[in-house]
Structure formats: structure tokens, C-alpha cells
């Protein structure tokens, strides 16, 4: 099956800073990747739709200056987190959509970021 | 939008037993539906699907059923085993739009041997 991989997969950074984290499709392309976040006992909140060679769309209440998201390949999307604060401190998931037309996404693993 | 009702954030079962896990979708006019399993500190992982053209469809031990008319769907487990604890969520969207997922809040499966 298709493998979707997250980098890094935990960070910790202080209050301030600015992370980035990588999404890549390792063995198929992906012209659309989704970028979840996810607070403890929370479920999956879609926070933009990324898509190759064109700017990302962000959901309602997500701010696009702070979560800048670069798909400049059709295996990697970026998600950099700038001026990180305490509650940014979440769980990061991406999904990509494949190249069949059914639709299926396929899931990274996650990464989980602490802002101290 | 987001799932709400008919879901039980908690479920306890027994080793052996059948779990029935629900799921209350909003849009009508979603025509695909995934069941995720979530083990702490992981991805969703894959479980089962199915369209809207079905009202049933079967996997290894995995059942979801599909009622379009109220808008529910379930996730029935045969045989839980220690393994299947994890969060269960389920998602939606409408498939010809390629657009995102909308998951539902949930129900954390608890297994006891």
C-alpha cells in the first residue's frame, strides 16, 4: 500500500521559535495533501488543503501566516509552524490523496510538537 | 461538519465479544465513509469503507453498515480482542470532489482480556 511518512515524528521547541514539518508520499505522487491537527483526547480538525504548485487553502479560523505550507514537489508538503506558542502544542497528522480516482487518502504517522 | 450524537465516547467490552461502535454523519451529501483506527501517538489507520451505494460491507472481523435515510453508520467488531483497543473515529466527504475528511469526535475502545 501507498506509505506516507511525517519528519520529524516529535519536536520540542521554545516559545517564539519556528518549526517546519515534512509530509512526503514515498512511493506515489501526490497532487493534494491535507494537513490535521489534533489535541489530546480531540479528534482529527482539518487545518488546510495543500495542493502541488499553488497556494494552500485554509479552514475557517486557521491562520495562513502562521501556518505556512509550501507543496513544491508532487511528494513533499510543508507545514512550518512560525512564532510557535504554548498552544500550538499539538499533534500534526497529513494525509495524501492518491493517484487512483477512489479517492482513498493514506495517512502519516504523526508528529507531535511541544512548545515549551 | 463535524459528527455529533449516537457515538458513546467510551466503550468497554470483553475479550470475545462483538463491539458496536456508531457514528452520526451531517452532510447529506457525503457518498463515502471510512472507519479509522488510532492507537496513542499514531496515524489513523485504515479500516474499512464504504460508498453510498452499499448499506453494508464486510471485512476480517470488521462490519460497517450504512443508513443514508438517518444518516448513521456502525462499525461492528466480531470477536474484540486486546489488539482492537484503541480511538475509533469515522470519516466522511464526498468522493468526486477529492476533498478532505471530516471526522467524526470518536469512541475510545477499551478491551479486557
Known amino acids: 500500500g501507498a506509505v506516507v511518512s511525517q519528519h520529524p515524528s516529535r519536536v520540542i521547541c521554545k516559545s517564539g521559535t519556528s518549526v517546519k514539518i515534512e509530509c512526503r508520499s514515498l512511493d506515489f505522487q501526490a497532487t493534494t495533501m491535507f494537513w490535521y491537527r489534533q489535541f489530546p483526547k480531540q479528534s482529527l480538525m482539518l487545518m488546510a488543503t495543500?495542493?502541488?504548485?499553488?497556494?494552500?487553502?485554509?479552514e475557517q479560523g486557521v491562520e495562513k501566516d502562521k501556518f505556512l505550507i509550501n507543496h513544491a514537489s508532487l511528494t513533499l508538503s510543508t507545514l512550518t509552524v512560525t512564532s510557535a506558542h504554548p498552544e500550538d502544542s499539538s499533534f500534526y497528522i497529513c494525509?495524501?490523496?492518491?493517484?487512483?480516482?477512489?479517492?482513498?487518502?493514506?495517512f502519516g504517522p504523526g508528529t507531535r510538537l511541544t512548545v515549551l | 461538519g463535524e459528527s455529533v450524537g449516537l457515538h458513546l465516547p467510551t466503550l468497554s467490552v470483553q475479550e470475545g465479544d462483538n463491539s458496536i461502535i456508531n457514528c452520526a454523519y451531517s452532510n447529506s451529501a457525503s457518498d463515502y465513509f471510512i472507519w479509522y483506527k488510532q492507537e496513542s501517538g499514531k496515524g489513523p489507520q485504515f479500516i474499512i469503507d464504504i460508498r453510498s451505494n452499499m448499506d453494508k460491507r464486510q471485512g476480517q472481523r470488521v462490519t460497517v453498515l450504512l443508513n443514508k435515510t438517518v444518516k448513521h453508520l456502525s462499525l461492528q467488531i466480531a470477536a474484540t480482542q486486546p489488539g482492537d483497543s484503541a480511538v475509533y473515529f469515522c470519516?466522511?466527504?464526498?468522493?468526486?470532489?477529492?476533498?478532505?475528511?471530516?471526522f467524526g469526535k470518536g469512541t475510545t475502545l477499551s478491551v479486557s482480556s
Open positions: 495543500s495542493n502541488e504548485g499553488s497556494k494552500a487553502t485554509y
Open positions: 494525509s495524501a490523496l492518491g493517484e487512483l480516482a477512489d479517492n482513498e487518502q493514506f
Open positions: 470519516a466522511e466527504n464526498m468522493s468526486q470532489a477529492g476533498t478532505a475528511l471530516i
